[in-house]
């Protein structure tokens, strides 16, 4: 219970009918907010189950003894179960027996959703609704003993120090002010004032993890060690958040310098996709990544941190559990080429000394007639690369510098038909420089020497081959087809200089 000293009225204010220990209730529940009052319109998220009844009526009696502040009550209905509409009435007489307003929404959830996505849906309702009455907090029934729970469930996924901090009271508009009052001490005070609740039956359904933890665990925990050891995890979480606050300093400080944010789009680009897939829409986008070299000068506890946070940005906010961060770690120290690893919806490459987050690729879609009798610049959709034909060349070609940039003499009498650049496709393959003349002439898979060369991973699938209307004549940068090949003292020759900008 929250002491004396808090500007809140005396037991004799509230009226004889408030018993010393519902005025201490009422007391640690405004404790909760800063200034220990609302300073603002409070919307309060009722199920209709014994918590939620109590927070409603222990701010109700707060609102009306003063100081006051607007109260409504919130229902949210996820049309998983026949007894929604009664649990509905059940808050909405509730509300009006009190003199607080009420509101409701209904969301239609997939069967079978998990608890996450249950959760995540009805506080985005609970947002509409206090977005649209202009709430300042919106309130949840949280007690001590969900609290122990979610500490245990966290504790056992194998949560780091930041998941084991438990339930904040506080978090933005978000407030818990019951975390500090136990379901028992609850119920007693909504049976003093005769105030009924709702049992909700999927509380004690098997298939939700957190049921399991509250009628199987904690009756084991509590008979091995005693119900003082449940007691004692908010006490300990508390002194986690405050070790807490001093770590993300440290974390967020590393993060700066180990941490390369995504590349900003640049100005003026579009954000809806394009009609056109060019190679920079195909190729893995690359997002935020790591260096790796940076990282390991960080102490161990704080490296892990980084880790995680990191890993929860490019995850979409999902929570790392100890199974996912084992095998980012192992990720990490693989330094054979490069691996990767699926983390939920995102991808994660390893390469080198850095390990970034990609995007899928879209596949590449670009098809780009090639004239062998005019001199052109045939640039790439996206200008990702560019290929320069120049019919008449003068000199030798120039030799290769590395993959990205390549000069090439090929027999413009040994084409075939029509001859465009389009993107490597599975199956392609290339008469090899080793094979022998004649119809015996051995050949190799495109994507394997794109491999042997070591093109990057994310490029492979969108690399550019020149083709004609019956075989792959040249992957820039990598192979040219003998068939193709101009003789040394050749008197006609086509020459090709490829050029790759991004990558």
């Known amino acids: 219970m929250v002491p004396d000293s808090h500007p809140v009225s005396s ?3 509230f009226g004889a009918a408030l018993a010393r220990i519902d005025y201490d209730i009422v007391r640690t529940t405004l404790a909760a907010f800063p200034g220990s009052a609302p300073d603002g319109p409070v919307l309060c998220a009722v199920s209709g189950g014994s918590d939620s009844m109590a927070l409603l009526k222990t701010l109700s009696l707060a609102a009306a003894r003063g100081p006051a502040f607007d109260l409504c009550a919130a229902y949210v209905d996820h049309a998983l179960r026949p007894q929604a509409d009664d649990e509905r009435e059940h808050v909405r007489r509730a509300a009006e027996g009190l003199g607080v307003g009420f509101e409701w929404a209904r969301v239609d959830a997939p069967r079978g959703g998990d608890e996450a996505r249950l959760r995540e849906q009805r506080y985005h309702q609970l947002e509409r609704i206090a977005d649209r009455i202009g709430a300042r907090w919106v309130a949840t029934g949280h007690t001590r003993d969900d609290q122990i ?10 949560s780091g120090r930041r998941g084991l901090c ?14 500090d009052l136990d379901r028992a001490t609850l119920r007693a005070f909504l049976q003093r004032h005769d105030i009924a609740w709702l049992d909700d039956a999927s509380n004690h359904d098997p298939r939700y993890t957190r049921n399991r933890i509250r009628h199987e665990l904690v009756p084991v925990v509590v008979d091995i060690f005693g119900a003082s050891a449940l007691s004692r ?55 935020s990544s790591i260096d790796l070299p940076a990282l390991a000068q960080a102490p161990v506890a704080v490296r892990t941190r980084v880790l995680r946070a990191w890993l929860k940005q490019v995850t979409g906010g999902k929570e790392i559990d100890l199974s996912v961060l084992r095998g980012v770690e192992a990720l990490i120290a693989f330094d054979e080429g490069s691996v990767r690893i699926d983390v939920g919806a995102a991808v994660l490459v390893r390469e080198y000394a850095r390990l970034s987050s990609v995007t899928p690729a879209r596949p590449a879609a670009f098809d780009l007639a090639v004239d062998a009798e005019h001199a052109a610049v045939i640039e790439e959709p996206g200008g990702a690369w560019s290929v320069s034909v120049d019919p008449a060349p003068v000199g030798s070609p120039r030799h290769a510098t590395s993959i990205y940039r390549q000069e090439i003499d090929i027999d413009p009498a040994a084409l075939r038909g029509a001859v465009r650049l389009r993107p490597v496709a599975a199956g392609d393959e290339i008469e090899s420089p080793s094979g022998s003349a004649g119809a015996g002439r051995a050949a190799r898979k495109v994507h394997d020497m794109l491999q042997d060369r070591r093109v990057a991973r994310r490029l492979r699938h969108a690399w550019p081959v020149l083709v004609d209307e019956a075989r792959v004549l040249w ?3 990598v192979a040219c087809a003998e068939a193709v090949r101009c003789a040394e003292r050749a008197e006609r020759r086509l020459r090709l200089a490829w050029y790759m900008r991004h990558r």
């Open 149 to 158: 729970e979610t500490i245990l469930f966290r504790l056992l996924r194998g």
């Open 475 to 477: 992957v820039p940068g």
């Open 11 to 13: 037991p004799a204010t």
């Open 233 to 287: 995890l908010p006490e300990i979480a508390r002194r986690w958040r405050e070790e807490e606050a001093y770590l993300e300093e440290q974390t967020e400080r590393w993060s700066t310098y180990a941490v390369h944010p995504r590349p900003a789009r640049a100005q003026g680009e579009p954000d809806d996709e394009p009609d056109e897939v060019t190679m920079n829409d195909a190729i893995e986008g690359v997002g």
């Open 166 to 179: 438990g339930i904040p009271s506080r978090r933005g508009r978000w407030i818990r002010p019951l975390l």
